[in-house]
């Protein structure tokens, strides 16, 4: 059996609809049941269910978008970083293999070659560089908590969608804001996310770290492109002309905009369709 924390929130659903489509039994756990952020809380709950592998879906994101999570520090330091580090010390104690859903707002940019950040470089969007919102810092501290962990993989999501139009879709956001900044990207198709997070423990691929990033990468436009072409939107998009009028206008915190490199996750036999084919297929099939 599978336990997954975090179950209900965007991430999590789609995780919980793939280990249901697969039948594989699962138990989905809110902080309702149990208070999983106390180790002994979790201990005893793992001590006494003994799943098989443990996903953590749980982290704090802010509402409507990162900015909220300016305001909202210490719950955003607390569900990121320290919750990580707690679930972690649980699961060695009990030798208990398990994932954790992360995050690739840990870098901006690309490398000076244009090609994606690996799985190997150290983030260039944190604390540590002191250039990042206080999400995409307490993303890398988690990961930084969990350095050197036994028997777990960390998932790292890219800006995520799929064919269900959610305000937490990216497609959904590039239809409804007024106006975009254009950007490049790496970008997560949610299902394939969730399936490719199942796949690292059914296929025993290795622990580790994974860019679990549809691969390629796209700019704004040519998604407002693939809208416009598949007849999701008639209305005349606008754009910022700088990041830095975006930033004046429009955000309170830095964002992040980067390629990552899912080389690695590919090699690994892990089920990611190339971006450009994802984003098609997500508008076609849009619901």
């Keep these: 059996m599978y336990v997954l924390l975090g179950g209900h929130g965007y991430v999590g659903t ?17 902080r309702s049941d149990v208070d999983y952020s106390s180790r002994d809380a979790l201990r005893t709950f793992l001590g006494e269910t003994r799943p098989e592998f443990l996903i953590n879906a749980a982290g704090f994101t802010g509402r409507p978008n990162v900015d909220a ?15 990580p580090g707690v679930i972690r010390d649980v699961c060695e104690n009990l030798k208990l293999p398990w994932g954790h859903v992360s995050s690739g707002c840990i870098y901006t940019g690309a ?3 244009g090609s994606g950040f ?12 002191d250039n990042c919102s206080f999400y995409s810092g307490t993303k890398a501290l988690g990961e930084e908590v969990l350095d050197g962990a036994t028997q777990c993989y960390v998932w790292r999501l890219r800006i995520p969608f799929n064919e269900f139009n959610s305000p937490r879709n990216y497609i959904s956001k590039m239809i409804n804001y ?5 950007a490049t990207n790496s970008l997560s198709h949610l299902g394939e996310f969730a399936a490719a997070c199942v ?3 059914t296929q025993k691929v290795d622990f580790g770290i994974y860019n679990l990033t549809n691969p390629g990468a796209v700019t704004t436009r040519e998604v407002v492109n693939m809208i416009q072409q598949q007849g999701l939107s008639d209305k ?3 754009f910022f002309e700088t990041e830095e009028e975006f930033m004046k206008l429009a955000a309170a915190t830095p ?11 590919i090699a690994a036999g892990l089920p990611l369709s190339p971006v450009e084919d994802a984003l098609q297929m997500a508008m076609k099939n849009w619901k």
């Design 14 to 30: 789609a995780i919980q609809r793939f280990l249901a489509q697969q039948q594989l039994p699962f138990q989905v756990v809110s």
């Design 69 to 83: 999570c300016e305001l909202q520090k210490a719950d955003c330091l607390d569900g990121n970083a320290v919750l």
């Design 111 to 113: 490398k000076p070659d």
């Design 118 to 129: 690996t799985e190997a470089d150290p983030p260039n969007f944190s604390f540590r560089q």
């Design 178 to 182: 007024d106006r975009l900044l254009d």
């Design 199 to 201: 796949a690292c423990w």
């Design 236 to 238: 005349q998009f606008s």
């Design 255 to 265: 964002r992040s905009n980067c390629v990552l490199d899912s080389s690695k996750a």
